[in-house]
């Protein structure tokens, strides 16, 4: 199985994007690190969609000091 995931992050503090941007390759270690601990059907399961991206989300402001994201939104999420 394999995951392609294409997320869009939201705030209203520009510092939590130039910050993100600095820090890309830590927050995608621990975005993969957090999904790797998921099973299958954990990923697929609609019905807990809102409480992985809280996960998600909870995940990668943890990797910022300056700023964080109040949103997050999927634009691709393809399992096989």
């Given at each position: 199985r394999f995951l392609v995931l294409e997320i869009g992050l939201e705030s209203v503090?520009?510092?939590a994007v130039e910050e993100a941007k600095?820090?890309?390759?830590r927050m995608r270690?621990?975005?993969i690190s957090?999904?790797?601990?998921?099973?299958p059907e954990e990923l697929l399961d609609v019905s807990?969609?809102?409480n992985l991206k809280k996960e998600i989300l909870d995940t990668l402001n943890?990797?910022?000091s300056k700023a964080?994201?109040?949103s997050i939104y999927f634009n691709k999420f393809i399992m096989q």
């Open positions: 503090d520009v510092k600095s820090k890309e390759i270690d621990a975005l957090l999904l790797t601990k998921k099973t807990k969609r809102a943890r990797k910022l964080k994201f109040h």
